[in-house]
């Protein structure tokens, strides 16, 4: 029923309920993060069990792990049990199926009796006469039920079975993988009057629906692409708030096996249904190529605008680059930052050259053309191919047009220079003056 309140009336003993300190999270770029909390637990000699609360809702429960600080003591996990049936009004109305419930009605009469089922819009009440009352939405105001249902719980529980030799509180460390915690890079660009610089600045985008919050946490990043065999599987998710941080203490790099790791320079708080944003790095200056490219093909007639510049300390830069979309901006004359463009890089080392499509050419035009195409055998042909590249700006510029090719080729003929790319695809250079037009022509000769 869309409108049902159900009030239970119950208390709930937690044992151990012990809450982390010393938090540190390590967050991987695939949805994972490893989590590592010291706690204080209050042990009791012999064999029984303790619950252990405030954990992420996506744990893998087979992947906890505890230990004790200090030597000496020895406490062993013999059984885990993980329960995640959390409370809900459907859950308590699925538990109470074939028994007495109290229904409040909105003229303010309770009604008693067996709870049949419930439907979009009736619950189904045997009264204790036998009769059956079909209660529609609109009539009901609450149901009350006498206590918690077995089974159900507040909050997502470990249920340890230990064996301890020892009496009396202890400190640990558990740790824990959860899913539904993610970080990606995002970057601001600001391109400088002349298109030959930019300004770049770049954030880390930490988004948490892991079902827990990770307060002041000492928080570590990796990024690359580890193996993974299969990802615990969501249970559900929530929406999300947005949270800035710009505090100085910002990442730290280093290589970490074959990834890179950034270690946030001060503890952070990381709410649950939360994003989080970090700046990564101080804003860095760096000059760049401004490149127009065109994908020779009949029909094609947009020449993208390509930004390009490298990840080097000798440009203000070399800081290894995490995975992310990075957003092209420029000043306008009245001094406002307007939008350009965006694309996405993937993982960049230092000393790598990055490059940002950022859109299609207004004032640029290409045209191709198929001027001639004969065989000369069952497997060999040439083609003789067109292609027509016209400049409305008021500068000159060079293009270089892309021409991907399948087989073993050879270009017979062409009017500007051009290299070879890879196995399957040629790059000529064409310079276009303002206002001007420029025809390629090239014959490649095709073995197929």
Do not use: C
């Not at 505890?66 to 009004?89: A, H, M, P, R």
């Not at 009352?133 to 529980?157: C, M």
């Not at 988004?207 to 580890?226: C, E």
Request: aromatic letters at 8%; charged letters at 25%.
């Amino acid at each position: 029923m869309k409108h049902l309140l159900v009030l239970a009336l119950f208390v709930v003993a937690l044992a151990s309920m012990a809450l982390a300190d010393d938090v540190a999270i390590t967050v991987y770029n695939q949805n994972l993060a490893l989590v590592k909390e010291g706690r204080t637990l209050d042990f009791q000699k012999g064999v029984n069990k303790m619950n252990l609360t405030d954990v992420a809702a996506f744990i893998d429960p087979t992947s906890v792990h505890f230990k004790l600080k200090s030597g000496g003591d020895n406490i062993q996990l013999l059984e885990q049990n993980y329960q995640y049936d959390l409370v809900s009004s459907e859950k308590i109305l699925q538990k109470y199926l074939g028994n007495d419930i109290d229904v409040i009605m909105k003229n303010g009469d309770v009604l008693t009796g067996k709870y049949l089922s419930s439907s979009s819009d009736y619950l189904v009440l045997q009264l204790p006469d036998g009769a059956i009352r079909l209660i529609n939405d609109k009539e009901l105001l609450s149901v009350t039920a006498p206590k918690l249902p077995e089974g159900l719980i507040i909050v997502p529980t470990l249920e340890w079975l230990l064996s301890s030799d020892v009496s009396g509180k202890r400190d640990v460390e558990v740790s824990y993988l959860t899913s539904n915690i993610n970080w990606h890079a995002e970057y601001i660009a600001l391109l400088d009057a002349a298109d030959t610089k930019l300004q770049l600045s770049g954030w880390v985008s930490l988004d948490n629906k892991s079902g827990k919050t990770y307060r002041d946490a000492k928080l570590k990043l990796v990024a690359g692409d580890i193996n993974r065999v299969q990802p615990p599987q969501p249970m559900y998710a929530k929406g999300a708030r947005l949270d800035m941080a710009t505090a100085s203490a910002g990442f730290e790099e280093k290589t970490f096996f074959e990834y890179h790791m950034y270690t946030l320079g001060r503890p952070s708080t990381i709410a649950n249904n939360e994003t989080k944003q970090v700046s990564l790095f101080e804003p860095a200056n760096t000059p760049i190529k401004k490149l127009y490219r065109y994908t020779v093909a009949d029909g094609s007639k947009d020449v993208n605008v390509v930004v390009s510049f490298k990840n080097a300390e000798a440009n203000g830069m070399g800081m290894p680059l995490p995975a992310g979309k990075i957003r092209l901006t420029k000043l306008d004359t009245d001094g406002s930052e307007e939008f350009l463009g965006e694309d996405q890089i993937d993982h960049t080392p230092k000393d790598e050259v990055v490059e940002i499509k950022v859109g299609n050419a207004f004032d640029v035009v290409g045209e191709t053309n198929t001027i001639d195409s004969k065989r000369i055998s069952d497997r060999v042909s040439e083609l003789t191919i067109e292609v027509k590249l016209r400049n409305h700006k008021k500068e000159d510029l060079t293009v270089s047009a892309l021409y991907n090719i399948w087989g073993d080729w050879q270009v017979l003929e062409s009017n500007f220079t051009y290299v070879k790319k890879n196995a399957r695809q040629i790059e000529f250079t064409v310079p276009v003056a303002k206002d001007g037009e420029s025809v390629l022509r090239f014959r490649v000769r095709i073995n197929s």
